[in-house]
């Protein structure tokens, strides 16, 4: 079985300031891990993901993530905020092992970016 | 590449109606496609999984003859909500499967509003 768990439901930053959205997971497998953002009343753009290549995954707009196999955890980090950063982002998790590969989706980190 | 579209946009229907949303691969051959459901301010949870030219494999707890879901071709699939009530609405959403890799690509989503 896999899980995610999404530790923060929202995070507020200041335009420039660093971005940490924090993500944990349990797979029986080894996992594929994925971060998607989602804009309002929009579908679901992939940012990064991570397939047990490099440990620290680079995506687009500037932001990244480090799987940590001893933390169980796939942070989003991004060193600068923008107003177009606010959205709804999600860690998700599908198990390499099993050909099935289904998505699980953790419960959502809403990102606020202030002026 | 690698684009989902979904049809249509947003939806309104009556109580006691049936809704049949449309996902498309537009540029690729989608072996697999999933649809999920998302509930306001909530993350997705996947419903069914349909491979072309078979049955879906249904969640546990998603109602089949409610939910019927069609995936006739290698490039369409159809989610049909059958008798819509309130409770039913919801955002809708489908990603793609190729037979290459596990990536799975979003379409934009569908909103459906039962009256």
């Known amino acids: 079985a896999q899980s995610v768990t999404q530790l923060d439901s929202h995070v507020s930053v200041s335009e420039g300031t660093p971005v940490l959205l924090r993500c944990n997971y349990s797979?029986?497998?080894?996992?594929?891990l994925f971060w998607y953002v989602q804009h309002p009343n929009k579908g679901l753009q992939l940012l990064l993901k991570?397939?047990?290549?490099?440990?620290l995954v680079k995506g687009i707009n500037g932001f990244e993530a480090e799987f940590k196999k001893s933390e169980t955890s796939f942070h989003l980090t991004k060193p600068s905020a923008h107003m177009s950063d606010a959205a709804e982002y999600f860690c998700?998790?599908?198990?390499?092992?099993?050909?099935?590969?289904?998505?699980?989706f953790g419960s959502g980190t809403r990102l606020q970016v202030q002026p | 590449g690698a684009v989902v579209s979904q049809h249509p946009s947003r939806v309104i229907c009556k109580s006691g109606t049936s809704v049949k949303i449309e996902c498309r691969s537009l540029?690729?051959?989608?072996?697999?496609m999933f649809w999920y459901r998302q509930f306001p301010k909530k993350s997705l949870m996947l419903m069914a999984t349909?491979?072309?030219?078979?049955?879906?494999?249904?969640e546990q707890g998603v109602e089949k003859d409610k939910f019927l879901i069609n995936h006739a071709s290698l490039t369409l699939s159809t989610l049909t909500v059958t008798s819509a009530h309130p409770e039913d609405s919801s955002f809708y959403i489908c990603?793609?499967?190729?037979?290459?890799?596990?990536?799975?690509?979003f379409g934009p989503g569908t909103r459906l509003t039962v009256t």
């Open positions: 990603s793609a499967r190729g037979d290459r890799g596990y990536e799975q690509y």
């Open positions: 797979s029986s497998y080894s996992p594929s």
């Open positions: 991570y397939t047990s290549a490099a440990t």
């Open positions: 998700v998790v599908s198990e390499t092992g099993t050909g099935r590969r289904a998505l699980t």
């Open positions: 540029d690729f051959q989608a072996t697999t």
């Open positions: 349909s491979n072309e030219g078979s049955k879906a494999t249904y």
